[in-house]
C-alpha cells in the first residue's frame, strides 16, 4: 500500500471512529435540539426507539418533566457567538489530494446543515472533528468550548478540549480543568486516561497524579480493564526497581488477566499472560 492510500485510509479511520463515538453519546437529531435564547441555553435529549432515557439539563433556573421536556423558568435571556462558519479552509502540504476532496466535502456539507439549523449538536461535533483532522485547532477548540457553553452537562466536548490542549496546544491547565469536567459529567475511562497521560507526560510530573487519577478511575469503573492495564504499563515502563514498579506492575497485570478471565476473553488472557512473564 503507497504512503498516499495508507494517508487516505487513516483519514477514513479517524473520522469514522470519531462518528461512532459521537452517535454513541447522540444518537440521532430526533434526540438534541440546542434551545438558545428561550429563557435559557441547554440541550434536549427526548427518549427514542431503542435508545436511553436521556435527561433534559438546562442552564439556568428550570425543571424537567417526566417526558423529558424543559419547563424553563422565566431568567434573562443569554446570548452566545456562534463559532465562525466562513473559516477558510487550509490543508498541509503532506495531505493527499483524495484526502482533501473528501474532507473538503464532509465540511461544506456540515456547513451548509448548521447555517440552516444552527441547533445540530452531532454537526457541531463533527465539524470540529474534520477542523482537528486538518490541524486547524483553533477552529475546533472553538466549536467545543462553544458546546461546552451550551451544553454543559455533556462530556464529549470537554474531553475532546482535555486532548486537544495537552497534545496540540499546549495549554496543560486547560487541558486539565476540562479533563477534569468531563470526569464530573460522565467517569468516561477514556477521560480518566487522558487526565493521566497529561500528568504522565507533561504536567505535574513531580506529583503521584498520573498513579492516583487512575486509582481513582478503577474505584469509579471497577469493570474496567483499560484501566488497570494502563496502571500495569505505568509501572513497567517507568521501571523503578526501588519503588517496586516491577511488582505493581505484575500486581495490575494479574488484576487484569483476572478480569479478562471471568468476561472470556481468552485472547487478552494469553496477551496479559505474556507480559507477566516477560517482567
Do not use: C
Not at 29 to 40: L, V
Not at 94 to 123: C, G, V, Y
Not at 213 to 239: C, F, H, Q, W
Amino acid at each position: 500500500m503507497t504512503y498516499k492510500n495508507k494517508y487516505i485510509q487513516m483519514i477514513f479511520i479517524a473520522v469514522i471512529v470519531i462518528t461512532i463515538v459521537v452517535i454513541v453519546f447522540y444518537p440521532s437529531k430526533k434526540e438534541d435540539e440546542m434551545i438558545i435564547n428561550s429563557g435559557g441555553i441547554g440541550v434536549v435529549l427526548t427518549e427514542d426507539s431503542g435508545t436511553a432515557d436521556i435527561k433534559t439539563i438546562p442552564i439556568g433556573d428550570g425543571t424537567i418533566d417526566d417526558n423529558g421536556i424543559i419547563n424553563i423558568n422565566p431568567i434573562e435571556k443569554q446570548k452566545l457567538d456562534i463559532p465562525n462558519l466562513n473559516r477558510k479552509i487550509v490543508f498541509s502540504d503532506s495531505m493527499p489530494e483524495d484526502a482533501r476532496k473528501i474532507i473538503l466535502s464532509n465540511i461544506a456539507t456540515l456547513i451548509t446543515q448548521l447555517k440552516e439549523d444552527s441547533s445540530s449538536f452531532k454537526n457541531w461535533l463533527d465539524l470540529a472533528t474534520h477542523y482537528k483532522i486538518i490541524e486547524d485547532y483553533e477552529g475546533a477548540r472553538d466549536i467545543w468550548e462553544f458546546i461546552n457553553e451550551t451544553s454543559p452537562r455533556n462530556s464529549v466536548s470537554f474531553s475532546n478540549l482535555g486532548d486537544l490542549y495537552h497534545y496540540n496546544l499546549k495549554d496543560f491547565s486547560k487541558s486539565e480543568k476540562n479533563f477534569k469536567e468531563a470526569i464530573e459529567r460522565n467517569l468516561s475511562v477514556q477521560s480518566y486516561i487522558g487526565l493521566h497521560e497529561l500528568y504522565k507526560y507533561s504536567y505535574k510530573q513531580d506529583t503521584t497524579l498520573a498513579v492516583d487519577i487512575l486509582v481513582e478511575g478503577m474505584l469509579k469503573n471497577p469493570t474496567s480493564i483499560d484501566l488497570i492495564i494502563t496502571l500495569a504499563n505505568y509501572y513497567k515502563e517507568r521501571g523503578n526497581i526501588a519503588k517496586g514498579d516491577f511488582t505493581n506492575a505484575k500486581k495490575y497485570y494479574e488484576q487484569a488477566r483476572d478480569n479478562a478471565k471471568k468476561m472470556a476473553n481468552t485472547q487478552l488472557v494469553e496477551l496479559l499472560d505474556l507480559e507477566i512473564a516477560n517482567l
